[in-house]
């Protein structure tokens, strides 16, 4: 039994699974067969440690440990390979939506980085069953096809079993926006070559008119005589030019 799946709608998780599928045959079945039956539990990723993590129920009754390490992240070839992804228009936003990005392999290749395992000797796995005679034994099998399961729906666990948190993707990738277009282009001219200009900076930018103040609308009828009393302070606070540096009068 082949370890892609027909029914697997994403390249990744299916490209995850045909990367190993050199694995032992007869244990990769009884894996899936485990997987599919919901043995898989507590299925972790630690960035840390770049392991993949979880129990796995057999046969028995205490459920197996399992880890599978990822040996291929170097990050400086991480760190380079993201940064041209990152440049790819719609690569962080294909990220955000739950999808790996169109061709995201062949940018790693061109880096000498490994996005995805070439064979299942490229894979650290381990397991306390006393299976020692497959490569994966069944239990590590049922894990690999639950990773794959996980990262069709997040594809970023690939990322974090390498050793780089969403943050750190995301801070490789570079800003958002930047997509193919290239850098802004901006010619200044020396201020130097400029100087006589000093002089010649023309008038400023308009400003609108304050807007007049109503005569104390609100006060009508309220208190006898205080509308006649204070309008000439409001109509003086309608001039900005009479209003001096104590807020009331003219400039000396």
């Known amino acids: ?65 399992v880890s599978i390490g990822s040996p291929f992240a170097d990050d400086a070839l991480w760190e380079r390979a993201l940064g041209e992804l990152g440049r790819i228009s719609g690569a962080r936003e294909d990220l955000l939506d739950g999808l790996m990005p169109e061709g995201s392999e062949d940018v790693f290749a061109r880096h000498g980085a490994l996005l995805f395992p070439d064979s299942v000797d490229d894979l650290v796995i381990t397991c306390n069953c006393p299976d020692h005679g497959g490569h994966p034994c069944k239990h590590g099998a049922a894990v690999l096809f639950a990773l794959a399961e996980w990262s069709d729906h997040e594809p970023l666990v690939l990322f974090a079993w390498s050793g780089w948190t969403e943050e750190a993707v995301f801070d490789a990738l570079g800003p958002s926006g930047g997509g193919s277009s290239g850098e802004l282009s901006v010619e200044v001219e020396p201020l130097i070559d ?59």
């Open 1 to 65: 039994m082949a370890w892609n799946d027909p029914n697997r709608v994403n390249w990744w998780s299916d490209r995850l699974l045909r990367g190993v599928d050199d694995g032992d045959r007869a244990r990769r079945s009884r894996g899936r067969s485990y997987f599919a039956g919901g043995a898989v539990r507590r299925l972790t990723v630690d960035p840390d440690l770049r392991q993949v993590g979880a129990h796995v129920q057999g046969s028995r009754g205490r459920p197996y440990r």
């Open 194 to 252: 400029r100087a006589a200009d000093f002089w010649e900076a023309g008038t400023g930018p308009a400003t609108l008119a304050p807007r007049p103040f109503d005569p104390l609308a609100y006060w009508e009828g309220a208190t006898t005589g205080i509308a006649s009393r204070l309008a000439p302070m409001y109509a003086a606070l309608a001039r900005p030019e009479e209003v001096g540096p104590q807020g009331f009068g003219k400039a000396p």
